[in-house]
């Protein structure tokens, strides 16, 4: 995990997080010429989107366990009052997580399916 805030890792990586994104919303290349290339970058792209979504997922276990420390501080709570406090506590972290893991699953299918059209032209 990284030594910044959530608040400092979202500005520091915001850029890239949308170029990932972008990439992700691109067509599969068609072109057999140009397939091997965008394999390539797609490798790439999903190795940074993956360590983002790393990172991510620190957060979200950092939130959650802060969550659960302030959610057990309160007598007046059962368990799943804490559980649903828990959750909403952390939902935009949740939602960060989320987004980059269908960015992940979005590169590595694009991965798959340039390498799938490369095999069908043998």
Not at 24 to 44: L, M, N, P, Q, Y
Not at 91 to 105: A, E, M, P
Request: aromatic share 4%.
């Amino acid at each position: 995990m990284t030594d910044l805030t959530l608040t400092e890792w979202l500005e520091a990586t915001q850029e890239r997080r949308a170029e990932l994104e972008a990439f992700a919303a691109k067509a599969v290349i068609a072109e057999a010429s140009e397939r091997r290339g965008d394999i390539e970058t797609s490798i790439r792209y999903a190795d940074d989107a993956g360590r983002l979504l790393a990172d991510a997922e620190s957060f979200l276990s950092f939130a959650k366990a802060q969550a659960l420390l302030e959610a057990l501080k309160r007598d007046d709570l059962n368990g799943k009052d804490r559980e649903v406090i828990i959750r909403s506590e952390v939902r935009g972290v949740q939602r960060l997580v989320d987004g980059l893991t269908v960015t992940v699953k979005t590169i590595n299918n694009r991965i798959f399916a340039g390498m799938n059209a490369n095999r069908s032209r043998l």
